[in-house]
């Protein structure tokens, strides 16, 4: 039966990990292992589909990155897969001169791109489970490490795959895609679905548009059987397969999804947070919060409309956060007191919301004075 551990919840933490190995799996992408010592073992416990953050100074400037964990749980070992994107920096960097022996400092593991823990009667229920995954370029990574896991965990479960990329040489994991199709051969299906290729089936060429999907949904993948949805790649794609699967009536609380991107670059800078001009006599918000049991105060003047992250990275640089985005969920705090706008969320569930908390990357206060606990 597929019966999986709830996330540890735990406050983000960098701790500088030596690269054991970087292996090449396309012309654009390299898997990079980290070697993880037994006094972290704990620190770097994960669950398939979460991820980590990596930090490096590139050109003066303090860099973070999240990446997806791309294997099952192993001990002494983690593993991400980093694909260059056009114009990135810290991705380019990796691919052209990351090397066994060099540290980098990584964050412990994160997110709750996992499968749902059962338990008891719930348990015996979850024999014969079916997943369905719809997944684009390096949106493959948690996405394989949840096959693995869940296939291996139960001989009654399914797995089912749509892949999509640009061309044959693009696609991240093939070797290992082919293994557990050989491996699971009537319980794991992949369909890779080339944009630029012409394949024998029309559906397997071409964009992954709506229509694409809704042919995916409709005869291949099946929508009606499947316990637990995945979606993974970039936003139009991952919104497509949300309106899709909304449109048949599937249950929200079975759809499980990651954004690598929105689109929207802004971030802060490095450690310290976006520079802000103070303005003695106009107005200002209180801001405080607590973090790893202090408390600590800054001001932000009202013209400036910073998050609440940037602001408390100006007083204190260790407050925890990786894509700045909205997307990963690592600088999630409660809001005690006052009022906040949240611009966007890609991270928190409902029942996150419900209890109070917020991504401080995206919230602006709308209040006089606002305090967060990052520690709750």
């Known amino acids: 039966m597929t019966v999986l551990p709830a996330a540890p919840v735990r406050r983000a933490a960098f701790h500088s990990l030596t690269v054991a190995a970087v292996r090449r799996l396309t012309e654009d992408a390299v898997e990079v292992t980290f070697a993880v010592p037994p006094e972290l073992a704990d620190a770097y416990g994960y669950l398939p589909g979460q991820?980590?953050?990596l930090r490096t100074v590139l050109e003066g400037t303090e860099l973070r990155r999240s990446y997806s964990i791309c294997a099952e749980p192993r001990p002494g070992e983690l593993k991400v897969a980093v694909k260059r994107d056009l114009g990135g920096l810290f991705s380019s960097w990796v691919n052209e001169h990351l090397k066994a022996g060099d540290m980098l400092d990584v964050m412990s593991p994160a997110g709750s791109f996992t499968v749902r823990p059962v338990s008891g009667m719930a348990a015996e229920q979850a024999r014969g489970q079916v997943f369905a995954a719809v997944a684009a370029g390096s949106g493959i990574t948690p996405v394989i490490a949840i096959a693995r896991s869940v296939l291996a965990s139960s001989e009654h479960t399914r797995f089912d795959l749509v892949y999509a990329n640009k061309a044959a040489m693009d696609v991240m994991f093939l070797e290992e895609l082919a293994d557990l199709k050989?491996?699971?051969?009537?319980?794991?299906?992949?369909?890779?679905?080339?944009?630029?290729?012409?394949?024998?089936?029309?559906?397997?060429s071409g964009r992954l548009n709506a229509e694409k999907i809704t042919s995916f949904i409709d005869t291949v993948l099946p929508a009606d059987a499947v316990d637990e949805w995945f979606l993974c790649g970039p936003f139009d794609l991952v919104q497509l397969c949300r309106d899709a699967l909304a449109e048949r009536g599937i249950d929200p609380a079975r759809v499980r999804f990651e954004l690598f991107t929105t689109g929207r670059p802004d971030r802060p800078e490095g450690s310290a947070g976006r520079p802000v001009v103070p303005d003695s006599a106009g107005a200002s918000y209180d801001i405080a919060f607590r973090l790893d049991g202090l408390q600590g105060k800054v001001s932000s003047p009202v013209h400036a409309r910073e998050s609440v992250l940037n602001a408390a990275l100006r007083v204190r640089p260790d407050v925890p956060f990786a894509c700045a985005g909205g997307v990963c969920g690592t600088c999630r705090a409660k809001l005690v007191t006052g009022t906040v706008e949240m611009e966007e969320n890609y991270a928190l569930e409902p029942e996150e919301l419900e209890r109070g908390y917020i991504l401080t990357c995206q919230s602006r206060p709308t209040s006089p004075s606002v305090t967060v606990d990052y520690d709750a």
């Open 182 to 204: 050989d491996r699971y051969p009537s319980r794991f299906a992949v369909h890779h679905v080339l944009s630029r290729e012409q394949r024998i089936s029309p559906l397997l």
């Open 51 to 53: 991820y980590v953050a």
